[in-house]
Nanobody, 119 residues
Framework: VQLQASGGGLVQAGASRRLSCLAS????????VAWFRQGPGKEREFLAA????????YYSDSVKDRFIVFRDNAKNTVYLRVNDLKPEDTAVYYC?????????????WGQGTLVTVSS
């Protein structure tokens, strides 16, 4: 299973955006999926995740009040709703498989999707 993020673009501060993470291949329902981002000159950071099976949600403290993660197994897609965007949210957003309880990710990161927030 490979995951590919999409849905980025140029938005104004205060806007919302829905990012999509589409899985190709089988057994999508068997994987937990996490969202990350990497801003200019910054390290990649964890944002949110949804666990397979229980659909338990995990959030970084920095975004838990503005970002919402949810999955639609019928569409092989995990979404990240990003609300009240700020210029500091400008980053390439990635999704990846998340292996619990180790919190490891797959080596394949894909191209990600760029979100640029203008002030």
């Amino acid at each position: 299973v490979q995951l590919q993020a999409s849905g980025g673009g140029l938005v104004q501060a205060g806007a919302s955006r829905r990012l999509s993470c589409l899985a190709s291949g089988r057994a999508f329902n068997s994987y937990s999926v996490a969202w990350f981002r990497q801003g200019p000159g910054k390290e990649r950071e964890f944002l949110a995740a949804v666990r397979y099976g229980t659909s338990r949600l995990y959030y970084s403290d920095s975004v838990k009040d503005r970002f919402i993660v949810f999955r639609d197994n019928a569409k092989n897609t995990v979404y990240l709703r990003v609300n009240d965007l700020k210029p500091e949210d400008t980053a390439v957003y990635y999704c990846n498989k998340l292996f619990l309880p180790e919190w490891d990710t797959d080596d394949y990161w894909g191209q990600g999707t760029l979100v640029t927030v203008s002030s």
